[in-house]
T-cell receptor, first 115, second 115 residues
């Protein structure tokens, strides 16, 4: 199994500012996924982050708004830039299970509120 | 495109009664199906998966799910509900053809178990 530490766990931010969310995994993983969960909604994939390459963004998400770093196989960051109240969501990182588990492990999430 | 549907926004059950949370899927190829649970202010926790093999899959906390290919369903069940089972439940399918194996989630079903 993979243990994921995600921080901050929650934050309240002002409109127009940026927040960087960190995701640390206790083992090396190839793929990391970043999801957004808007209030009362399901999870939507923002992007897939592979080490050593540019993140792949899903439709509706762009790098300028959600820049992602993946400097090594155990760490990734997601930045929410130029925030607006519509960005208020839970952001979760996720990694692939090891040894062919076929399941994804999730961090505890970052609850973001934008005023 | 792969998708899952959870037709119920909320399921209400009395403690001690059996519970069912419904999920139907639409996939091309063999489905990799999952159930996750989300407690308030927590990340997603894996409950169980179906990849291949027996149609009845047993998972964590006494939950089980039955894969039904003819009905394209993967309903989550538990013989005797507990108040502590109250949470948000997500059905998901692994999308191997899209973003390198991310999970596509249903909208979620809120389970409420009353004493």
């Amino acid at each position: 199994s993979a243990v994921i530490s995600q921080k901050p766990s929650r934050d309240i931010c002002q409109r127009g500012t940026s927040l960087t969310i960190q995701c640390q995994v206790d083992s090396q993983v190839t793929m990391m996924f970043w999801y957004r969960q808007q209030p009362g909604q399901s999870l939507t994939l923002i992007a897939t982050a592979n080490q050593g390459s540019e993140a792949t963004y899903e439709s509706g998400f762009v790098i300028d708004k959600f820049p992602i770093s993946r400097p090594n196989l155990t760490f990734s960051t997601l930045t929410v830039s130029n925030m607006s109240p519509e960005d208020s969501s839970i952001y979760l990182c996720s990694v692939d299970g090891q040894g062919g588990n076929e399941k994804l492990f999730f961090g505890s999430g970052t609850q973001l509120s934008v005023l | 495109a792969q998708s899952v549907a959870q037709p119920e926004d909320q399921v209400n059950v009395a403690e001690g009664n059996p519970l069912t949370v419904k999920c139907t899927y639409s996939v091309s190829g063999n489905p990799y199906l999952f159930w996750y649970v989300q407690y308030p202010n927590r990340g997603l926790q894996f409950l169980l998966k179906y990849i291949t093999g027996d149609n009845l899959v047993k998972g964590s906390y006494g939950f089980e799910a039955e894969f039904n290919k003819s009905q394209t369903s993967f309903h989550l069940k538990k013989p005797s509900a507990l108040v502590s089972d109250s949470a948000l439940y997500f059905c998901a399918v692994r999308d191997w053809g899209g973003s390198q194996g991310n999970l596509i989630f249903g909208k979620g079903t809120k389970l409420s178990v009353k004493p």
